[in-house]
């Protein structure tokens, strides 16, 4: 059954496996609304995507007393993604049955000093454990929440895939509407800034992680030529200043280089036969630019030229549903592909596709898949309600 309306205008997911819902972020019994809509009895883990204008320590405070003792997660957004489909100003809740559902969670606190191997152990022992607990359940996905502004991203995601072993892995990277100020990922209660949260999930139900983006490699081709890797930051493109560069190979005016612009034109390097797209942020001085996820000197930059997004979004979720529709799709959705949509105006197509295929999250400052962090790309997870018979 997909979503009905829940108290007070939030709403839920029938049946009970997996429960979703949403509410105002200023309303002042958010929480209570969202335990209405969910039914908190009987939830292993509640994950929370709240927009950047909810007063986030009250707000997780709140939950974690109110949803216990399940455990509550989550992070600040880019936007969220309900019932609706894409919507700002708003919190979204998913809600996982202890019937179907074990999880287990680790904070790692701070993204400059922590300890590998301390947290691929931790990873390891409690994939065992669950194993042992539910030797019958079929699959397992491990789901990371990562301050989107930390920087941190791309060693993160290629250190823990170490202790992944055969488990599927996807994640996002928390965000600040496109304030790019202050983000948080929440846990235990707290809102923590430079950390990240590492959610492993074993389930009765069976699952398909995923990724896609709708970009097309061209045979525009740009090299860095100077770079400061630490903080994302390109000096030179072609050994021409950066940002003027890249104006020149778009036949752009270098000084009218926005947000709207980078979504719509984007760059992707190349690792064998795949391509993954590294994002620009914005232009800093003296022409820099600013990138969302890792970049070095004599990376070659390809220019991507996008596909249509309503068609090809619809072409991947027909995929997902090929064999039977999924119970809910999580998913992390970046900035720039809903800022794309925006300005191509086709934010409510898409938002109907998201709504058709029952999607919720939220969109990110970045992306994980396996040992990649990526941008301007959709990862999740679809799940579907296991065959009782």
């Given at each position: 059954m997909g979503p009905v309306h829940g108290p007070s205008g939030a709403t839920m997911t029938e049946p009970q496996v997996v429960r979703s819902g949403s509410v105002d972020c200023r309303a002042a019994d958010a929480v209570e609304q969202?335990?209405?809509?969910?039914?908190?009895?009987?939830?292993?883990?509640?994950?929370?995507?709240?927009?950047p204008d909810t007063d986030v320590a009250r707000l997780i405070d709140e939950a974690q007393r109110r949803f216990a003792p399940a455990q509550v997660v989550g992070c600040t957004s880019a936007g969220e993604i309900s019932a609706a489909g894409y919507v700002e100003g708003e919190i979204v809740a998913i809600g996982f049955a202890q019937s179907h559902f074990q999880t287990r969670t680790i904070l790692i606190e701070d993204l400059d000093s922590f300890d590998p191997h301390s947290v691929i152990e931790r990873m390891i022992r409690n994939r065992n454990h669950m194993a042992q607990n539910t030797g019958d359940w079929v699959?397992?996905?491990?789901?990371?929440?990562?301050?989107?502004l930390s920087t941190k991203e791309d060693t993160l995601t290629s250190q823990l895939s170490v202790g992944l072993g055969p488990v599927a892995?996807?994640?996002g990277s928390a965000g600040d509407g496109t304030n790019f100020g202050k983000t948080f990922v929440l846990h235990g209660g707290q809102a923590h800034s430079n950390a990240a949260i590492l959610i492993q999930v074993r389930s009765?139900?069976?699952?398909?992680?995923?990724?896609?983006?709708h970009l097309i490699p061209s045979q525009k081709r740009?090299?860095?030529?100077g770079a400061d890797p630490a903080r994302r930051v390109v000096h030179e493109i072609n050994a021409e200043p950066a940002a003027r560069e890249y104006a020149r190979v778009l036949g752009k005016d270098p000084e009218q280089l926005t947000a709207f612009t980078f979504a719509a034109h984007p760059v992707a390097v190349q690792f064998g036969d795949q391509h993954h797209v590294r994002a620009i942020q914005r232009v800093a001085d003296n022409d820099e630019l600013v990138f969302f996820s890792a970049i070095d000197e004599g990376v070659v930059l390809t220019l991507a030229e996008p596909e249509d997004m309503v068609t090809h979004l619809e072409r991947e979720m027909a995929a997902l549903s090929a064999k039977r529709r999924p119970e809910i799709?999580?998913?992390?959705?970046c900035i720039l592909r809903r800022l794309e949509a925006q300005q191509k105006q086709v934010?409510?197509?898409?938002?109907r596709i998201l709504r058709d295929n029952r999607?919720?999250?939220?969109s990110t400052y970045g992306e994980q898949i396996n040992s990649m962090h990526v941008n301007q790309t959709l990862t999740g997870v679809a799940i579907y309600l296991p065959d009782e018979g």
């Open positions: 969202l335990a209405q809509a969910l039914n908190p009895n009987g939830l292993s883990l509640v994950v929370l995507f709240l927009s699959s397992d996905f491990t789901f990371l929440l990562v301050d989107g892995f996807f994640g009765r139900c069976p699952i398909e992680v995923f990724k896609t983006d740009m090299v860095v030529t799709i999580l998913a992390c959705d934010s409510q197509d898409i938002s999607v919720v999250g939220f």
